[in-house]
């Protein structure tokens, strides 16, 4: 089993594959190297780049981010300002500082090299990262796999037992079985949910931990609401959420009680934050995470019997959703598609929605399998490499339908629906390895193919 907060992490834009998991490779990798004892004799550190993180990891920040950890830097305490002075700075040849403290000579073009088109076994997100003595000589070599969500693994992991949390007072590994504790025990997921939480660490952690995610996320909205501008990347991607905010603010002033474009302009908000780089929280992916915010947000500010308390419970369920997909699917859109990552948000949102408006636990599992089944087959194809086109619409358009979901489900007892979710869950991953490599993250394929240069101004 896994905790929510595995799933909820507080990092920066745009990607949590290419940004977040390659910053802690190379946080991991420094730390290792400190720890043989071997960082005086470092004097050159290469990167190799493979697979997804190699064909789109410049639009995606990858590159700047393994070096920004090599350097030390954390997903969830790097100020967004100063890793884009610094990275501008390593691309210009400046020395790396190795964990924060150790100078080693750096020439980007010799150092960083993207392997496109090689794909190793293990995954499709992969980065290899070697430190060579004074002599040339190998002190440490290690390979990374971002498998998506902000989650690394080296080769020796692939083949170990992996670390588990101690078994909690309510063990389940399939929604079914969560499902099952609910109905045996009268409660309801978040009750479940929390009962987990509380017991691998204190109550109060846990509402801290709950609050930090609520705050950055309501951070990120706000932020996105007000930014204006172009977002980076040589597209000329204007932002939209500004102009959507006034716009939307002037219908509803008029008297207008259609609130449906609410969590679409939310959720543009957020995904123009990540993709500038900004300060987000994974949910369950930065590509995708515009959407379990917004449905949060338009929960907090519009549903009329909101609490604190119902914000809390409302990401216990969005968590437990997610950690079914990341624990029997994948949330990794260079191995399943956008399916695993802006499918299941949608998901998790519409199931967590639904379950703070109301829902029991059945319905709560119809809207979570609702928000799955019509996004299955979704490509991941971004324009350029860029979290942009489509990602940035693709999150608001799932964040109106999540809650569409999930009003659907409450005036339905959903006995009579056929599919489960965790049928769902497994379609979706098959599917999502049925799908060809172009649609997978590599921008080769789809949209990305088709509009390419001809979009660059």
């Not at 079985?177 to 309801?188: N, Q, V």
């Not at 931990?209 to 951070?219: L, N, Q, V």
């Not at 996105?224 to 219908?251: E, F, H, M, Q």
Request: proline share 4%.
């Amino acid at each position: 089993m896994l905790s929510v907060f595995d799933l909820f992490k507080i990092g920066i834009g745009p990607s949590s594959s290419h940004t977040v998991g390659p910053m802690l490779a190379g946080n991991a990798f420094a730390g290792e190297l400190r720890a043989k004892g071997a960082l005086p004799d470092a004097a050159r550190i290469q990167l190799d780049l493979y697979g997804s993180l190699a064909l789109t990891g410049e639009g995606h920040g990858t590159m700047g981010a393994a070096l920004s950890g090599l350097e030390g830097e954390e997903p969830h305490s790097a100020e967004p300002a100063r890793l884009a002075a610094r990275i501008s700075a390593l691309k210009q040849n400046a020395d790396l500082l190795l964990a924060g403290e150790r100078p080693v000579p750096f020439v980007y073009a010799r150092d960083m090299l993207a392997h496109k088109g090689m794909f190793l076994p293990r995954h499709s997100n992969a980065l290899t990262i070697t430190a060579f003595d004074a002599h040339g000589a190998s002190l440490l070599s290690r390979t990374y796999y971002s498998i998506g969500g902000g989650f690394i693994r080296t080769e020796e992991d692939f083949d170990a037992a992996q670390e588990e949390y101690p078994t909690p007072p309510y063990p389940y590994a399939t929604a079914g079985e969560l499902f099952a504790i609910c109905e045996r025990e009268g409660r309801s997921i978040a009750d479940i949910v929390l009962a987990n939480e509380c017991f691998w660490r204190s109550e109060a952690d846990v509402n801290a931990r709950m609050a930090g995610i609520i705050a950055t996320m309501r951070d990120a909205v706000e932020r996105g609401c007000c930014a204006d501008g172009v977002l980076p990347g040589g597209y000329n991607v204007r932002r939209r959420a500004p102009n959507l905010l006034r716009k939307v603010s002037a219908l509803q002033a008029t008297g207008r009680r259609d609130l449906s474009l609410w969590p679409m302009l939310y959720a543009f908000a957020v995904a123009e934050e990540n993709a500038s780089g900004g300060r987000i929280v994974t949910a369950p992916t930065n590509g995708a995470a515009g959407v379990v915010p917004a449905v949060l947000m338009y929960y907090a500010n519009f549903y009329p019997h909101a609490t604190e308390q119902g914000q809390r419970d409302f990401l216990l369920t969005a968590g437990a959703i997610g950690l079914f997909y990341k624990l029997n699917a994948s949330i990794s859109g260079a191995e399943v598609g956008c399916q695993g990552e802006v499918g299941v948000a949608c998901s998790m949102a519409a199931g967590a929605y639904c379950a703070v408006t109301g829902g029991s636990v059945k319905q709560v599992e119809v809207a979570a399998e609702i928000g799955m089944e019509h996004n299955l087959g979704l490509t991941c194809d971004p324009v350029g490499g860029l979290v942009q086109i489509p990602c940035i619409e693709r999150n608001g358009v799932a964040a109106e339908r999540a809650v569409n979901c999930a009003q659907l489900s409450r005036l339905e007892d959903g006995r009579q629906r056929v599919v489960s979710l965790d049928k769902i869950i497994e379609v979706m991953y098959h599917t999502g390895i049925d799908l060809q490599a172009r649609y997978k993250e590599t921008s080769l394929g789809g949209l990305a193919q088709a509009i390419g240069e001809a979009y660059r101004d």
